[in-house]
């Protein structure tokens, strides 16, 4: 565990949201404040630790932890209605909750497996030593769609992006800052810390296929944004493209990259924020009393 440059980056955005996200769904929770601030600030926690975890295993248990303060909630439990999309108990958001839950979950098994088949040749998962490993052609490969796998469904891309509008949409405004503020950023850090060092002839030879899937991601998110009426899915899918251009970005090994990763975190909250602000009266302003 330690802590660089982009560590830093992931540290910041987390640090800066987390109260954000307290104070935008402070006015909906507040009959239970204690328990949804102690959710906030275990999931502030596990982002944090997350972002300076040097460590492939212990990335994979804390990562995958992330998403359980965001599903915990039911009244017979410890944190009773703070789960972010089970808080009104509808259908809808149980729906979303788990689809966001399964599809994180699934894509990060092979994650696992191919975490474990590093374990049992070098005994360690240590990164450092994992840096200066040399693994055959072959096992590269297999160990680089493994890893691809897990991070692409959270940045994420086509077409395993479906669970994400679902979750924009039934999620509160606090649900939604933290889905594209945070969450969408551990794939882009998956992939500069594990991916992208652990492999790099492999990431040179994918490279034509992550921009060939990116750019059909950022022009179908495009044009199903220009499709939709619900803002809030506005906002999932230009994420979605916004995302994918950053993954562009980060195959192009510019290390410029990470500025628009810190500078999206920043502006996605901002546009997630917008669909939470009560209308206001516009007549009652100026209004004589």
């Not at 802590?3 to 006015?27: E, K, M, Q, R």
């Amino acid at each position: 565990m330690g802590i660089d440059g982009l560590s830093l980056f992931f540290v910041i955005l987390t640090t800066f949201l987390i109260p954000i996200c307290i104070s935008v769904g402070w006015s909906g929770m507040r009959s239970f404040g204690k328990e949804y601030i102690t959710a906030f600030l275990i999931r502030e926690f596990l982002m944090i630790a997350v972002s300076c975890m040097l460590d492939p295993l212990l990335f994979y248990v804390l990562s995958e932890s992330v998403p359980i303060p965001m599903l915990c909630g039911a009244e017979h439990l410890l944190f009773a209605g703070i789960k972010l999309f089970l808080c009104r108990g509808l259908v809808q958001k149980i729906k979303a909750a788990y689809q966001f839950f399964l599809y994180t979950l699934l894509g990060s098994v092979f994650m696992l497996l191919a975490i474990l088949l590093i374990l049992l040749q070098t005994g360690t998962t240590d990164l450092q030593i994992l840096l200066t490993t040399e693994f055959s052609e072959r096992r590269q490969i297999l160990l680089w769609i493994a890893f691809f796998d897990s991070f692409a469904v959270k940045v994420p891309m086509v077409p395993v992006h479906i669970w994400l509008p679902e979750a924009h949409v039934e999620a509160p405004t606090a649900g939604s800052v933290i889905l594209a503020g945070i969450l969408l950023k551990l794939g882009t850090y998956g992939f500069l810390r594990f991916s992208i060092p652990m492999f790099p002839e492999e990431t040179l030879c994918f490279t034509p296929f992550i921009y060939t899937l990116s750019t059909i991601a950022i022009i179908y998110t495009s044009l199903t944004t220009l499709r939709q009426t619900n803002l809030k899915k506005i906002i999932a899918y230009s994420s979605v493209a916004h995302m994918n251009l950053v993954t562009i970005g980060m195959f192009s090994r510019e290390a410029a990259v990470r500025s628009p990763i810190l500078s999206y975190g920043h502006t996605s909250k901002a546009k997630t924020c917008v669909p939470g602000v009560r209308p206001i009266n516009l007549l009652a302003i100026g209004e004589k009393t």
